[in-house]
């Protein structure tokens, strides 16, 4: 039986509202902690190995957003699976060059710049399930939401309150620094991370002690949703603002709900039109009746004439599903079908070979 794999963001320590640069920095460390080349116990070449998967798939930004909404049912590696030896092969030796070839070197400038300041958080995907009525009238639904917020305490800012982050000297806040590297085609300079700040152009001497400086906590709250109506399955309902917190005191990124609606036992949903099948008996339709139907409104009563046949189309005006961010709704179409009795009583089956006989006698 194969072994269950872990989740990505705990294979690499890191929280789910963790940004572009804490990848990489956790990577960094798990890759010099378990690669092969530099760690020969038992157990760190397969450990290595779920790192580098880890790092392939957050790295990426459709990777991670898949991975995010299906879990390791969206991760992709084809049919021989992840190849790590991108990842293997290289030589320890050199952490620098590693690095640069991982993380790059003038694209990883603008991805530092953006880090020093304002960025805004990570999104969050979670799953709902609607009653059939609840999607089409629109409903209000209590959810838990589980993430990264700023802290309450200091702000988003990290620092004790009362107190504030002082800017890096180190890269003037920028959060980067020039590098001179030497090659036999000459000197190249780079900007990299620096590694006063860690990439955040401030640095906080006295740190909160609520969130010991990260500017987040974890929490757990409940949220009363407003579901539209009109919603069909599949949808998608954005809660602005609901994410995980952003980085620096940035704004939280949106929280995304995905639809799921139970079938109903007797209506069918067709875009804003509502289907039902409304079952007649032989005398129903050859004599004409009143009959009550049920809507999503309540009951209607539909005048069947004489002589309707099965699948006639009766039309109830503005019972169907609303229009999603609209005005009006839909129709409910009812479809009358005819239905055989399976069983007959003596009586009734006398009666009907009376009626027999009357008709064949019909020329």
């Not at 898949?66 to 320890?92: E, I």
């Not at 539909?302 to 961010?325: D, H, I, Q, W, Y």
């Amino acid at each position: 039986m194969a072994q269950q794999k872990r989740d990505y963001y705990e294979v690499l320590g890191i929280s789910r509202g963790a940004t572009d640069e804490d990848i990489k920095r956790a990577f960094r460390q798990k890759a010099m902690q378990y690669h092969p080349d530099r760690n020969k116990e038992e157990g760190a070449n397969e450990k290595f190995k779920e790192c580098a998967e880890a790092y392939e798939v957050l790295s990426d930004v459709d990777k991670r957003a898949s991975y995010d909404r299906y879990g390791h049912a969206g991760t992709n590696f084809g049919a021989g699976g992840f190849n790590y030896n991108s990842y293997a092969n290289f030589d320890f030796g050199n952490l620098g060059d590693i690095f640069e070839q991982f993380f790059g070197g003038a694209s990883g400038a603008s991805t530092n710049r953006k880090n020093a300041g304002l960025q805004r958080g990570q999104s969050i995907t979670m799953n709902i399930t609607l009653e059939f009525e609840e999607a089409s009238l629109g409903a209000e639904k209590e959810i838990e939401i589980k993430r990264d917020e700023h802290c309450s305490e200091c702000g988003g800012s990290g620092a004790r309150k009362g107190t504030s982050p002082k800017t890096c000297v180190a890269c003037g806040g920028s959060g980067e620094v020039y590098q001179v590297q030497r090659s036999i085609f000459g000197q190249f300079k780079n900007t990299v991370l620096c590694s006063e700040c860690s990439g955040r152009g401030k640095i906080i001497e006295d740190k909160c002690p609520v969130c010991r400086g990260s500017g987040v906590t974890y929490n757990k709250r409940k949220l009363a949703v407003k579901i539209p109506a009109g919603v069909s399955d599949g949808s998608q309902v954005r809660l602005s603002g609901e994410g995980y917190a952003g980085l620096n005191g940035g704004p939280s990124g949106h929280a995304y709900l995905n639809i799921s609606v139970r079938p109903h036992k007797f209506f069918e949903r067709e875009d804003n039109d509502i289907i039902y099948e409304m079952p007649l008996n032989f005398s129903q339709a050859a004599l004409g009746d009143e009959i009550e139907v049920p809507t999503l409104y309540g009951n209607e009563k539909v005048k069947v004439p004489a002589g309707t046949p099965s699948g006639k189309e009766f039309r109830l005006k503005g019972k169907g599903v609303a229009f999603l961010n609209g005005n009006g709704k839909g129709d409910q179409l009812v479809y009358a079908v005819l239905q055989t009795p399976k069983k007959l009583s003596e009586e009734q089956k006398n009666l009907l070979e009376k009626l027999a006989k009357t008709f064949k006698n019909e020329k």
